[in-house]
C-alpha cells in the first residue's frame, strides 16, 4: 500500500504529558499538511510543508504544538503538556502540486484524559 | 472570511431513493472545490475536484456539480454502502502559496435497505 500512513493510529495520554504523532506521505509528494478533527466537525487546517519547510501555520495551532519534516520525508507533530482540549483526530494529508488533491492518512485519535 | 456550509447535516434515505448535497461556499478566489467521504474512525477519502462554474465530474453513483457559488453532491439510486459522511472543502487564491483545504462540517448521509 502506498498511500499515507500515520502512527501511532491511537494515543491515550494524562494530561500535562508529551505526545508525538508520525505521518509518512505517499514517497513522491513534496506538500504534507497536518489537520486536527473534532467530532461532529470536518478537518481544520494546523500546518503545511512544502519539501523541508514549514510553510504556514494556522492561528489554532499554540506554542504547545510544534511540527517538523526533516529531510522533507516523513513528519512528526508534537504536543506538549497536552489539555483535555488537545483530544481529537489529527490528520496528515500529502499532495504532489500546490492545488492538487490533497490524499489523507487514517488519522491518530488523541485522547487526554 | 472564507467559509464552507453544507447541508442538510444529516439525510436518511432508502436504498434506490435519489438525492442532492449542498455545499454552499464564500471564498476570495476558488482556487478548487474538494468532495471527500469519510467512514467513522477513518480519514477523508477523496472523490472529485472542481474547478470552474459548470464542471461536472462522476463516479458510480455519484455526480458532482459546481456554480460560482455552490456545489452539488447527487447521489443516484444509492446503495447501504453509500452511508458516510460526505465533506466539502475549498482551496483559495492566497498569492500562490497557501495550499490548505477550508471545510464544512459534513452531510451524514444514511441508506436503508
Known amino acids: 500500500d502506498t498511500g499515507v500512513s500515520q502512527d501511532p493510529r491511537h494515543k491515550i495520554t494524562k494530561r500535562g504529558q508529551n505526545v508525538t504523532f508520525r505521518c509518512d506521505p505517499i514517497?513522491?509528494?513534496?506538500?504534507l499538511y497536518w489537520y486536527r478533527q473534532t467530532l461532529g466537525q470536518g478537518p481544520e487546517f494546523l500546518t503545511y510543508f512544502q519539501n523541508e519547510a514549514q510553510l504556514e501555520k494556522s492561528r489554532l495551532l499554540s506554542d504547545r504544538f510544534s511540527a517538523e519534516r526533516p529531510k522533507g520525508s516523513f513528519s512528526t507533530l508534537e504536543i506538549q503538556r497536552t489539555e483535555q482540549g488537545d483530544s481529537a483526530m489529527y490528520l496528515c494529508?500529502?499532495?504532489?502540486?500546490?492545488?492538487?488533491?490533497?490524499?489523507f492518512g487514517p488519522g491518530t485519535r488523541l485522547t487526554v484524559l | 472570511e472564507d467559509q464552507v456550509t453544507q447541508s442538510p447535516e444529516a439525510l436518511r434515505l432508502q436504498e434506490g431513493e435519489s438525492s442532492s448535497l449542498n455545499c454552499s461556499y464564500t471564498?476570495?478566489?476558488?482556487?478548487?472545490l474538494f468532495w471527500y467521504r469519510q467512514d467513522p474512525g477513518k480519514g477523508p477519502e477523496f472523490l472529485f475536484t472542481?474547478?470552474?462554474a459548470g464542471e461536472e465530474k462522476e463516479k458510480e453513483r455519484l455526480k458532482a456539480t459546481l456554480t460560482k457559488k455552490e456545489s452539488f453532491l447527487h447521489i443516484t439510486a444509492p446503495k447501504p454502502e453509500d452511508s458516510a459522511t460526505y465533506l466539502c472543502?475549498?482551496?483559495?487564491?492566497?498569492?500562490?502559496?497557501?495550499?490548505?483545504?477550508?471545510f464544512g462540517k459534513g452531510t451524514k448521509l444514511s441508506v436503508k435497505p
Open positions: 514517497s513522491e509528494h513534496n506538500r
Open positions: 494529508a500529502s499532495s504532489f502540486l500546490q492545488g492538487g488533491e490533497q490524499f
Open positions: 472543502a475549498v482551496q483559495a487564491h492566497y498569492g500562490g502559496s497557501q495550499g490548505n483545504l477550508i
Open positions: 472542481l474547478y470552474s
Open positions: 471564498v476570495s478566489g476558488l482556487r478548487g
